[in-house]
T-cell receptor, first 116, second 113 residues
Framework: DVKVTQSSRYLVKRTGEKVFLECVQDMDHENMFWYRQDPGLGLRLIYFSYDVKMKEKGDIPEGYSVSREKKERFSLILESASTNQTSMYLC???????????????FGEGSRLTVL | TQLLEQSPQFLSIQEGENLTVYCNSSSVFSSLQWYRQEPGEGPVLLVTVVTGGEVKKLKRLTFQFGDARKDSSLHITAAQPGDTGLYLCAGGSGGSTLGRLYFGRGTQLTVWP
């Protein structure tokens, strides 16, 4: 059974702390994504990666960075957490889109981060 | 900029009723996907449509991709409490192997017994 695993389901951090959100997939997918989900705003793309050590900014990268040292692992880093980064964070992976694959995203269960 | 507009944002109905959720855009997409998300879980793919005018059925759910590949609809017949969840449409950009998806804001469906 395919799986995307996010390391923490719930985190509570203080303003200014450095936060690491880890994501691991066991499907040998090239593409990995980090989204945040807020009520009324839907899913917004923070960063994505299409290969090891490669990363691209999404729509809302400010205040975040990412690391992809291994194919199966994609980490989201909040260098200095702020209260407006309180949110649900979703990691996803997919195969490259081609004639056989339309880029279905496989999501983890999410990490709910609260910054006090 | 929201590429995909979903409506309605909230839908609360009784078991047995029919409903339709709409996903509209001014952009053309190479594919359109529908996901359902239940509380505490990540979204799960329901269907992908790739051809203009395409209709796909999944039990009581019917999905349609507009002829111009700019819009889509999800119709549920005889809704059940198990259909409760957040429904998300997502458009795929053409010509990119990355397969980036652009999501709508979602429709929160509640079906009461």
């Amino acid at each position: 059974d395919v799986k995307v695993t996010q390391s923490s389901r719930y985190l509570v951090k203080r303003t200014g702390e450095k936060v690491f959100l880890e994501c691991v997939q066991d499907m040998d997918h090239e593409n990995m994504f980090w989204y945040r989900q807020d009520p009324g705003l839907g899913l917004r793309l923070i960063y994505f990666s299409y290969d090891v050590k490669m990363k691209e900014k999404g729509d809302i990268p400010e205040g975040y960075s990412v690391s992809r040292e291994k194919k199966e692992r994609f980490s989201l880093i909040l260098e200095s957490a702020s209260t407006n980064q309180t949110s649900m964070y979703l990691c996803a992976s997919s195969l490259p889109k081609d004639r056989r694959n339309t880029g279905e995203l496989f999501f983890g269960e999410g990490s709910r981060l609260t910054v006090l | 900029t929201q590429l995909l507009e979903q409506s309605p944002q909230f839908l609360s109905i009784q078991e047995g009723e029919n409903l339709t959720v709409y996903c509209n855009s001014s952009s053309v997409f190479s594919s359109l996907q529908w996901y359902r998300q239940e509380p505490g879980e990540g979204p799960v793919l329901l269907v992908t449509v790739v051809t203009g005018g395409e209709v796909k059925k999944l039990k009581r759910l019917t999905f349609q991709f507009g002829d111009a590949r700019k819009d889509s609809s999800l119709h549920i017949t005889a809704a059940q409490p198990g259909d409760t969840g957040l429904y998300l449409c997502a458009g795929g950009s053409g010509g990119s192997t990355l397969g980036r998806l652009y999501f709508g804001r979602g429709t929160q469906l509640t079906v009461w017994p």
